[in-house]
């Protein structure tokens, strides 16, 4: 299974960027995926995640109300909407996907994972 990451970039606060996280060797349709995210010198921290229904979707309070995850069954991809930005979300945003159907918080329950996409966020 790979993912691949990609959207991330340079923006001013209150702007938005949307990520993108293309899946092979299995289908978002059956795979929860989460995204995450680290700063430097901080511990790598849930973002978002997506049941693999479709259904159900869990977002760390820091982002509620402006982030939102998303799929395309069709492209097989992820995404990450991110509005009203700000330098605190600065960080790198990493894909990841397990295959139980059960939507989880932390790292180790995810088995695949991205290489990571910079956002930079200035003020």
């Known amino acids: 299974v790979q993912l691949v990451a990609s959207g991330g970039g340079l923006v001013q606060a209150g702007e938005s960027l949307r990520l993108s996280c293309a899946v092979s060797?299995?289908?978002?349709?059956?795979?929860?995926m989460g995204w995450f995210r680290q700063a430097p010198g901080k511990e790598r921290e849930f973002v978002a995640a997506?049941?693999?229904?479709?259904?159900?979707?869990i977002y760390a309070d820091s982002v509620k109300g402006r982030f939102t995850i998303s799929r395309d069954n069709a492209k097989n991809t992820v995404y990450l909407q991110m509005d009203t930005l700000g330098p605190e979300d600065t960080a790198g945003y990493y894909c990841?996907?397990?295959?139980?159907?059960?939507?989880?918080?932390?790292?180790?329950?995810?088995?695949?994972w991205g290489q990571g996409t910079q956002v930079t966020v200035s003020s």
């Open positions: 990841a996907g397990r295959r139980f159907v059960d939507v989880r918080e932390t790292t180790k329950e995810y088995e695949f």
């Open positions: 060797g299995r289908t978002v349709s059956t795979t929860t």
């Open positions: 997506l049941g693999s229904s479709g259904l159900i979707t």
